[in-house]
T-cell receptor, first 113, second 109 residues
Protein backbone atom coordinates (compact mmCIF):
# COMPACT_ATOMS: atom_id res chain seq x y z
CA UNK A 1 0.00 0.00 0.00
CA UNK A 2 1.47 3.39 -0.93
CA UNK A 3 2.57 5.59 1.95
CA UNK A 4 3.80 9.09 2.55
CA UNK A 5 7.49 9.06 3.42
CA UNK A 6 9.54 11.69 5.22
CA UNK A 7 13.27 12.25 5.60
CA UNK A 8 15.13 12.57 7.83
CA UNK A 9 13.39 10.91 10.76
CA UNK A 10 15.34 13.14 13.16
CA UNK A 11 17.12 16.41 12.45
CA UNK A 12 19.25 18.27 14.95
CA UNK A 13 20.30 21.81 14.13
CA UNK A 14 21.72 24.91 15.73
CA UNK A 15 19.55 27.95 16.30
CA UNK A 16 19.70 30.28 13.31
CA UNK A 17 20.47 27.54 10.82
CA UNK A 18 18.29 26.69 7.86
CA UNK A 19 16.65 23.28 7.66
CA UNK A 20 14.82 21.51 4.90
CA UNK A 21 12.41 18.74 5.73
CA UNK A 22 11.54 16.41 2.92
CA UNK A 23 8.40 14.51 2.08
CA UNK A 24 7.38 12.21 -0.73
CA UNK A 25 3.58 12.23 -0.97
CA UNK A 26 1.57 9.37 -2.40
CA UNK A 27 2.11 9.51 -6.13
CA UNK A 28 -1.39 10.22 -7.44
CA UNK A 29 -2.23 12.73 -4.71
CA UNK A 30 -2.71 16.36 -5.62
CA UNK A 31 -2.91 18.09 -2.25
CA UNK A 32 -0.05 18.32 0.22
CA UNK A 33 0.11 19.52 3.79
CA UNK A 34 2.50 20.20 6.63
CA UNK A 35 1.55 19.97 10.28
CA UNK A 36 3.64 20.24 13.39
CA UNK A 37 3.31 18.93 16.92
CA UNK A 38 5.29 20.48 19.73
CA UNK A 39 5.94 17.93 22.45
CA UNK A 40 2.87 17.48 24.62
CA UNK A 41 0.72 19.75 22.50
CA UNK A 42 -1.77 19.32 19.71
CA UNK A 43 -1.08 18.68 16.06
CA UNK A 44 -1.24 22.08 14.33
CA UNK A 45 -1.83 22.86 10.70
CA UNK A 46 0.91 24.84 8.96
CA UNK A 47 0.16 24.94 5.26
CA UNK A 48 -1.60 23.27 2.36
CA UNK A 49 -0.29 23.19 -1.20
CA UNK A 50 -2.05 22.51 -4.46
CA UNK A 51 -1.21 23.09 -8.08
CA UNK A 52 2.23 24.42 -7.18
CA UNK A 53 1.04 27.10 -4.86
CA UNK A 54 0.02 27.57 -1.26
CA UNK A 55 -3.73 27.20 -0.93
CA UNK A 56 -3.96 27.95 2.77
CA UNK A 57 -1.62 28.70 5.64
CA UNK A 58 -1.96 29.22 9.35
CA UNK A 59 -0.64 32.04 11.52
CA UNK A 60 2.28 29.83 12.47
CA UNK A 61 3.48 29.74 8.87
CA UNK A 62 5.29 33.08 8.82
CA UNK A 63 8.06 34.38 6.57
CA UNK A 64 10.54 31.97 8.11
CA UNK A 65 8.72 29.08 6.49
CA UNK A 66 8.45 28.15 2.85
CA UNK A 67 7.29 25.12 0.90
CA UNK A 68 8.28 23.84 -2.46
CA UNK A 69 7.67 21.00 -4.83
CA UNK A 70 11.06 21.00 -6.54
CA UNK A 71 10.32 18.02 -8.76
CA UNK A 72 7.47 15.64 -9.47
CA UNK A 73 7.79 13.71 -6.26
CA UNK A 74 9.25 15.71 -3.38
CA UNK A 75 7.48 18.25 -1.21
CA UNK A 76 9.73 20.24 1.10
CA UNK A 77 9.34 22.50 4.11
CA UNK A 78 12.14 25.00 4.66
CA UNK A 79 12.71 26.90 7.86
CA UNK A 80 15.08 29.75 7.09
CA UNK A 81 16.48 30.61 10.49
CA UNK A 82 15.45 28.11 13.12
CA UNK A 83 14.44 29.13 16.61
CA UNK A 84 14.34 27.04 19.75
CA UNK A 85 10.55 27.05 19.61
CA UNK A 86 10.63 25.38 16.19
CA UNK A 87 11.58 22.14 17.92
CA UNK A 88 8.70 19.81 17.16
CA UNK A 89 7.55 16.82 15.19
CA UNK A 90 6.71 17.84 11.64
CA UNK A 91 4.19 15.77 9.73
CA UNK A 92 3.64 15.78 6.02
CA UNK A 93 0.30 14.62 4.63
CA UNK A 94 -1.25 14.23 1.22
CA UNK A 95 -4.71 13.67 -0.18
CA UNK A 96 -6.02 12.75 -3.56
CA UNK A 97 -8.43 15.67 -3.60
CA UNK A 98 -9.03 18.54 -1.23
CA UNK A 99 -11.87 16.97 0.71
CA UNK A 100 -10.49 13.45 0.79
CA UNK A 101 -8.78 11.65 3.61
CA UNK A 102 -5.34 13.01 4.44
CA UNK A 103 -2.63 10.37 4.69
CA UNK A 104 0.15 11.21 7.09
CA UNK A 105 3.84 10.50 6.97
CA UNK A 106 5.76 9.16 9.98
CA UNK A 107 7.07 12.60 10.87
CA UNK A 108 10.45 14.29 11.24
CA UNK A 109 11.54 15.21 14.72
CA UNK A 110 13.32 18.57 14.58
CA UNK A 111 15.49 19.53 17.53
CA UNK A 112 16.87 23.06 17.60
CA UNK A 113 19.75 23.60 20.03
CA UNK B 1 -13.63 29.93 16.52
CA UNK B 2 -12.91 26.42 15.34
CA UNK B 3 -11.60 24.27 18.16
CA UNK B 4 -11.48 20.68 19.35
CA UNK B 5 -11.21 19.72 22.99
CA UNK B 6 -10.27 16.32 24.35
CA UNK B 7 -10.54 16.63 28.11
CA UNK B 8 -8.73 13.40 29.00
CA UNK B 9 -4.99 13.14 28.38
CA UNK B 10 -4.82 9.61 29.73
CA UNK B 11 -7.43 6.89 29.93
CA UNK B 12 -7.00 3.36 31.24
CA UNK B 13 -9.57 0.59 30.99
CA UNK B 14 -9.49 -3.14 31.52
CA UNK B 15 -9.71 -5.50 28.59
CA UNK B 16 -13.33 -6.27 27.83
CA UNK B 17 -14.61 -3.10 29.48
CA UNK B 18 -16.42 -0.38 27.52
CA UNK B 19 -14.40 2.65 26.54
CA UNK B 20 -15.42 6.18 25.66
CA UNK B 21 -12.99 8.85 24.52
CA UNK B 22 -14.48 12.31 24.75
CA UNK B 23 -14.32 14.99 22.12
CA UNK B 24 -16.05 18.35 22.08
CA UNK B 25 -15.85 20.89 19.32
CA UNK B 26 -16.55 24.52 18.62
CA UNK B 27 -17.77 25.31 15.12
CA UNK B 28 -20.55 27.38 13.65
CA UNK B 29 -22.26 25.53 10.87
CA UNK B 30 -22.18 21.86 9.93
CA UNK B 31 -18.95 20.33 11.19
CA UNK B 32 -17.06 17.46 9.65
CA UNK B 33 -15.36 15.41 12.36
CA UNK B 34 -12.83 12.63 12.39
CA UNK B 35 -11.01 10.34 14.74
CA UNK B 36 -7.34 9.62 14.02
CA UNK B 37 -5.32 6.97 15.82
CA UNK B 38 -1.59 6.63 16.32
CA UNK B 39 -0.34 3.25 17.48
CA UNK B 40 3.06 3.02 19.10
CA UNK B 41 5.83 3.98 16.64
CA UNK B 42 3.35 4.26 13.79
CA UNK B 43 1.96 7.15 11.85
CA UNK B 44 -1.31 8.98 12.33
CA UNK B 45 -4.06 7.17 10.50
CA UNK B 46 -7.71 7.82 9.99
CA UNK B 47 -9.94 5.68 12.18
CA UNK B 48 -13.34 6.97 11.22
CA UNK B 49 -15.24 10.01 10.06
CA UNK B 50 -18.71 11.00 11.11
CA UNK B 51 -20.13 11.32 7.60
CA UNK B 52 -19.42 7.65 6.92
CA UNK B 53 -21.39 6.53 9.97
CA UNK B 54 -19.30 3.36 10.02
CA UNK B 55 -17.84 1.12 12.67
CA UNK B 56 -14.11 0.51 12.39
CA UNK B 57 -12.36 -2.04 14.63
CA UNK B 58 -15.50 -2.01 16.77
CA UNK B 59 -15.33 1.75 17.33
CA UNK B 60 -18.23 4.08 16.62
CA UNK B 61 -18.68 7.79 17.05
CA UNK B 62 -21.88 9.78 16.85
CA UNK B 63 -22.05 13.45 16.17
CA UNK B 64 -24.21 15.19 18.75
CA UNK B 65 -24.80 18.72 17.55
CA UNK B 66 -26.78 19.68 20.64
CA UNK B 67 -23.86 18.82 22.91
CA UNK B 68 -21.23 19.67 20.25
CA UNK B 69 -19.63 16.31 20.90
CA UNK B 70 -18.17 13.46 18.88
CA UNK B 71 -17.25 10.87 21.46
CA UNK B 72 -15.53 7.65 20.38
CA UNK B 73 -16.93 4.45 21.86
CA UNK B 74 -16.22 0.77 21.88
CA UNK B 75 -18.23 -1.72 23.91
CA UNK B 76 -15.37 -4.14 24.65
CA UNK B 77 -11.83 -2.80 24.68
CA UNK B 78 -8.98 -4.97 23.39
CA UNK B 79 -5.29 -4.74 24.24
CA UNK B 80 -4.49 -3.78 20.65
CA UNK B 81 -6.64 -0.68 21.07
CA UNK B 82 -3.93 0.88 23.22
CA UNK B 83 -2.86 3.96 21.27
CA UNK B 84 -3.09 7.73 21.05
CA UNK B 85 -6.43 8.95 19.74
CA UNK B 86 -6.96 12.36 18.19
CA UNK B 87 -10.26 13.99 17.40
CA UNK B 88 -10.10 16.36 14.44
CA UNK B 89 -12.37 18.92 12.82
CA UNK B 90 -12.10 19.91 9.19
CA UNK B 91 -11.86 23.68 8.81
CA UNK B 92 -14.18 25.75 6.68
CA UNK B 93 -11.93 25.85 3.68
CA UNK B 94 -11.52 22.09 3.71
CA UNK B 95 -7.74 22.12 3.67
CA UNK B 96 -6.80 22.21 7.29
CA UNK B 97 -7.67 20.03 10.21
CA UNK B 98 -7.99 21.22 13.78
CA UNK B 99 -6.78 18.53 16.13
CA UNK B 100 -7.44 17.98 19.79
CA UNK B 101 -4.56 17.37 22.17
CA UNK B 102 -5.16 13.64 22.03
CA UNK B 103 -6.06 10.94 24.56
CA UNK B 104 -3.65 8.15 25.34
CA UNK B 105 -5.67 4.96 25.82
CA UNK B 106 -4.19 2.04 27.70
CA UNK B 107 -6.07 -1.23 27.79
CA UNK B 108 -4.99 -3.28 30.77
CA UNK B 109 -4.92 -7.05 30.20
Amino acid sequence: EPEVTQTPSHQVTQMGQEVILRCVPISNHLYFYWYRQILGQKVEFLVSFYNNEISEKSEIFDDQFSVERPDGSNFTLKIRSTKLEDSAMYFCASSEFGYNEQFFGPGTRLTVL
Amino acid sequence: AQRVTQPEKLLSVFKGAPVELKCNYSYSGSPELFWYVQYSRQRLQLLLRHISRESIKGFTADLNKGETSFHLKKPFAQEEDSAMYYCALRGRTGNQFYFGTGTSLTVIP
